[in-house]
């Protein structure tokens, strides 16, 4: 079985979840092409695999020009243009930047002999795919990471022609159904995404802050406003403020490598006069990002939306007791004083209460540390889901 897997803007900083379940879906017997809209800005490629991954990855948008010429017949699809008309200019864009690429695409996959494809995106990639199909491509399957609204127009078109699709929670399946309708294919699986937890393991015991030591945390992912950085680095300042000594490291970069929201970021940290206790560390690799995680005390992550999230579960998974935010399907994954600390989203004064009241607490921190693993090894293992993919597909091709 060979399947091509699509990922937009392949290697980024947030996709070793990708690349775990691509080499798990491996270690199953199954042949595996690396498929990507285009490359990623080199401010936020920054993991030990990332060479190894771009040099793998197939990238769409390096067109030649008979992709071009020979991707207009995905545009006499009259289905294709009575939703992009009726959504707007934007579908409009989008179907004419899709049409080469699908091109590409139809020809990799005959080149190749690419069985089934897989979008691991509901944006342009789907679209892409979906317009392959037209021209010859296989079937394919797609995989909602978030909120539906998040991923453009022609959902119903992108959804109706996949042959399944897999979702991380039930929320937003019954958002899906609610919006698209009999459009959701009949084969339609819940598979949160996961971690590999025996990487993701510490080397030596978690033991919690000492009574004489600064807190120390840690937080992770992509500068962006929904990760709620601002609230942090404000509960930052009450505690400070309270007399509580705190050091904060947050790894991770913007969309733009470093030109762009992270300027606000660092506006709002010289604001705050937190010089001395924050730091942005930029997109590091994924081993800083345990040695980080193994340093730490507490894991804090305040975002103000948040469809599960991939970061959670890293410091879950190394024992770090974490502090969430109640919002978006981090209930899912967390649940409160059971595997982690849930606070409301952007509210500071409750985040620093929860930060405060949980380093003051080493038994708590260690029954939550414990917990947490567990929790993960459980249901976020990056296994579970290749092996979703490898037996649906199983399915489709056998039928």
Same mark, same amino acid.
């Given at each position: 079985?060979?399947?091509?897997?699509?990922?937009?803007?392949?290697?980024?900083?947030?996709?070793?979840?990708?690349?775990?379940?691509?080499?798990?879906?491996?270690?199953?017997?199954?042949?595996?092409?690396?498929?990507?809209?285009?490359? @990623?800005?080199?401010?936020?490629?920054?993991?030990?695999?990332?060479?190894?991954?771009?040099?793998?990855?197939?990238?769409?948008?390096?067109?030649?020009?008979?992709?071009?010429?020979?991707?207009?017949?995905?545009?006499?699809?009259?289905?294709?243009?009575?939703?992009?008309?009726?959504?707007?200019?934007?579908?409009?864009?989008?179907?004419?930047?899709?049409?080469?690429?699908?091109?590409?695409?139809?020809?990799?996959?005959?080149?190749?002999?690419?069985?089934?494809?897989?979008?691991?995106?509901?944006?342009?990639?789907?679209?892409?795919?979906?317009?392959?199909?037209?021209?010859?491509?296989?079937?394919?399957?797609?995989?909602?990471?978030?909120?539906?609204?998040?991923?453009?127009?022609?959902?119903?078109?992108?959804?109706?022609?996949?042959?399944?699709?897999?979702?991380?929670?039930?929320?937003?399946?019954?958002?899906?159904?609610?919006?698209?309708?009999?459009?959701?294919?009949?084969?339609?699986?819940?598979?949160?995404?996961?971690?590999?937890?025996?990487?993701?393991?510490?080397?030596? @015991?978690?033991?919690?802050?000492? @009574?004489?030591?600064?807190?120390?945390?840690?937080?992770?992912?992509?500068?962006?406003?929904?990760?709620? $950085?601002?609230?942090?680095?404000?509960?930052?300042?009450?505690?400070?403020?309270?007399?509580?000594?705190?050091?904060?490291?947050?790894?991770?970069?913007?969309?733009?490598?470093?030109?762009?929201? =992270?300027?606000?970021?660092?506006?709002?940290?010289?604001?705050?006069?937190?010089?001395?206790?924050?730091?942005?560390?930029?997109?590091?690799?994924?081993?800083?990002?345990?040695?980080?995680?193994?340093?730490?005390?507490?894991?804090?992550?305040?975002?103000?939306?948040?469809?599960?999230?991939?970061? $959670?579960?890293?410091?879950?998974?190394?024992?770090?007791?974490?502090?969430?935010?109640?919002?978006?399907?981090?209930?899912?994954?967390?649940?409160?004083?059971?595997?982690?600390?849930?606070?409301?989203?952007?509210?500071?004064?409750?985040?620093?209460?929860?930060?405060?009241?949980?380093?003051?607490?080493?038994?708590?921190?260690?029954?939550?540390?414990?917990?947490? =693993?567990?929790?993960?090894?459980?249901?976020?293992?990056?296994?579970?889901?290749?092996?979703?993919?490898?037996?649906?597909?199983?399915?489709?091709?056998?039928?």
């Amino acid at each position: 079985m060979h399947i091509g897997i699509l990922i937009p803007q392949f290697p980024g900083q947030t996709h070793i979840f990708f690349w775990r379940e691509i080499q798990a879906l491996e270690k199953m017997g199954v042949q595996v092409t690396i498929l990507s809209t285009r490359k @990623p800005p080199a401010g936020i490629v920054a993991h030990d695999w990332s060479r190894e991954a771009m040099e793998r990855t197939i990238y769409l948008g390096e067109l030649s020009p008979a992709d071009a010429v020979f991707g207009l017949p995905a545009l006499f699809w009259p289905a294709l243009w009575r939703d992009a008309l009726r959504a707007g200019p934007n579908a409009v864009k989008d179907v004419l930047i899709a049409a080469p690429a699908a091109r590409k695409l139809a020809r990799v996959c005959a080149e190749r002999g690419i069985d089934h494809l897989h979008a691991h995106s509901c944006g342009r990639s789907a679209l892409v795919t979906a317009m392959a199909r037209r021209l010859g491509a296989p079937g394919y399957g797609v995989t909602l990471h978030g909120f539906l609204e998040g991923y453009g127009p022609l959902q119903r078109l992108k959804w109706g022609n996949a042959a399944y699709s897999t979702i991380i929670i039930d929320a937003l399946l019954d958002e899906v159904r609610a919006a698209l309708g009999d459009a959701v294919p009949e084969r339609t699986v819940i598979r949160p995404m996961g971690v590999d937890t025996e990487v993701l393991k510490r080397e030596a @015991p978690y033991v919690p802050r000492g @009574p004489d030591e600064p807190i120390r945390l840690f937080c992770c992912g992509r500068l962006n406003p929904v990760k709620g $950085y601002v609230d942090l680095m404000q509960a930052c300042r009450l505690l400070i403020d309270r007399g509580v000594d705190i050091r904060l490291d947050i790894a991770g970069e913007d969309d733009v490598g470093g030109t762009g929201y =992270r300027k606000v970021l660092e506006a709002e940290l010289s604001r705050l006069n937190l010089g001395a206790h924050v730091r942005f560390l930029g997109a590091v690799d994924a081993a800083e990002v345990k040695t980080r995680l193994s340093d730490a005390h507490l894991f804090v992550l305040a975002s103000v939306a948040e469809p599960l999230g991939v970061a $959670y579960m890293e410091a879950m998974s190394c024992e770090v007791p974490t502090i969430g935010t109640n919002a978006g399907g981090v209930p899912t994954l967390i649940r409160d004083g059971i595997d982690g600390v849930l606070v409301p989203p952007q509210d500071p004064k409750a985040l620093a209460d929860a930060i405060e009241r949980l380093a003051a607490d080493p038994e708590q921190c260690l029954a939550l540390s414990r917990a947490g =693993r567990a929790r993960i090894v459980e249901g976020y293992r990056a296994e579970m889901g290749a092996e979703t993919i490898r037996d649906l597909t199983q399915e489709v091709l056998a039928g």
